[in-house]
C-alpha cells in the first residue's frame, strides 16, 4: 500500500512561487499514475496536473497552465509541483493522489485515484 505525503505548503504573496513535494513510501510501478488537485473552501476538488504512468506524459489543469510545473526525482518517490506567478485564486489545500493503471478519460477525476495524501495549505494574500 503506497502512503504519499505532501509538504511545502504556506503563505506567500500575489506573484510568488511555491515547490510543492508529494513523497511516496515506496518507488512507484511504471503504471502509476501521481496527480495534484486542489480544494478550495466550499468548492469541489480541482485537477491541477498529473505526471502519466511513470512520466511519460504531462497534463496541466487550463487555469494552471504555463504557471505550474509538475516532475519528479529519479528513484521514483517524489513528485514536484513547481508553482510561479500565484494569484490568490490559487489559495486551496493541495492533494496528492495515486493510481495504478489509470484510464486516460478519468484522469480529472477525484474518485479514479485510489491513494491519497493528507494535503498541504497553500495561501496567496498580501
Known amino acids: 500500500q503506497v502512503q504519499l505525503v505532501e509538504s511545502g505548503g504556506g503563505l506567500v504573496q500575489p506573484g510568488g512561487s511555491l515547490r510543492l513535494s508529494c513523497e511516496a513510501s515506496?518507488?512507484?510501478?511504471?503504471?502509476?499514475?501521481t496527480t495534484w488537485f486542489r480544494q478550495a473552501p466550499g468548492k469541489e476538488r480541482e485537477f491541477v496536473a498529473a505526471?502519466?504512468?511513470?512520466?511519460?506524459?504531462?497534463y496541466y489543469g487550463d487555469s494552471v497552465k504555463g504557471r505550474f510545473s509538475i516532475s519528479r526525482d529519479n528513484n521514483k518517490k517524489t513528485l514536484y509541483l513547481q508553482m510561479t506567478n500565484l494569484k490568490p485564486e490559487d489559495t486551496a489545500v493541495y492533494y496528492c493522489?495515486?493510481?495504478?493503471?489509470?484510464?486516460?478519460?478519468?484522469?480529472?477525476?477525484?474518485?479514479?485515484?485510489?491513494?491519497w495524501g493528507q494535503g498541504t495549505q497553500v495561501t496567496v494574500a498580501s
Open positions: 493522489a495515486g493510481s495504478r493503471r489509470l484510464i486516460m478519460s478519468t484522469m480529472h477525476s477525484p474518485s479514479a485515484y485510489s491513494y
Open positions: 505526471m502519466w504512468r511513470g512520466g511519460s506524459n504531462t
Open positions: 515506496e518507488r512507484t510501478p511504471s503504471d502509476f499514475t
